[in-house]
């Protein structure tokens, strides 16, 4: 009988104390599994198109690493580190209420 792993909170955010980044996880998880791509990964990285997506990977300006699956189309990212770098990048910009408009 295999084991199979049941994905809900990431170990690492927690270990890491970052509630967000925990939060994330557990929610894009929970959502997509481990891996996501596609259009779900061009909306989650905020790029208006899947040419923009393109263009990014072609420029090597994407904040998260992508690859290949072998017999699947597109390209994929695995869930923790768009997590890691969407709670990164929100807590770079401070609380939203120190933000101006």
Same mark, same amino acid.
């Given at each position: 009988?295999?084991?199979?792993?049941?994905?809900?909170?990431?170990?690492?955010?927690?270990?890491?104390?970052?509630?967000?980044?925990?939060?994330?996880?557990?929610?894009?998880?929970?959502?997509? @599994?481990?891996?996501?791509?596609?259009?779900?990964?061009?909306?989650?990285? @905020?790029?208006?198109?899947?040419?923009?997506?393109?263009?990014?990977?072609?420029?090597?300006?994407?904040?998260?690493?992508?690859?290949?699956?072998?017999?699947?189309?597109?390209?994929?990212?695995?869930?923790?580190?768009?997590?890691?770098?969407?709670?990164?990048?929100?807590?770079?910009?401070?609380?939203?209420?120190?933000?101006?408009?």
């Amino acid at each position: 009988m295999s084991q199979h792993t049941h994905y809900t909170d990431s170990d690492e955010a927690v270990n890491n104390g970052d509630p967000l980044q925990a939060l994330m996880q557990a929610t894009l998880l929970r959502e997509y @599994g481990p891996v996501i791509g596609g259009d779900e990964l061009r909306r989650a990285l @905020g790029l208006a198109s899947m040419d923009a997506l393109r263009q990014a990977v072609a420029r090597q300006q994407l904040p998260v690493p992508v690859f290949n699956i072998q017999h699947r189309r597109g390209l994929f990212a695995l869930t923790t580190d768009l997590a890691q770098w969407l709670a990164a990048l929100r807590l770079s910009h401070g609380r939203s209420d120190d933000r101006t408009v």
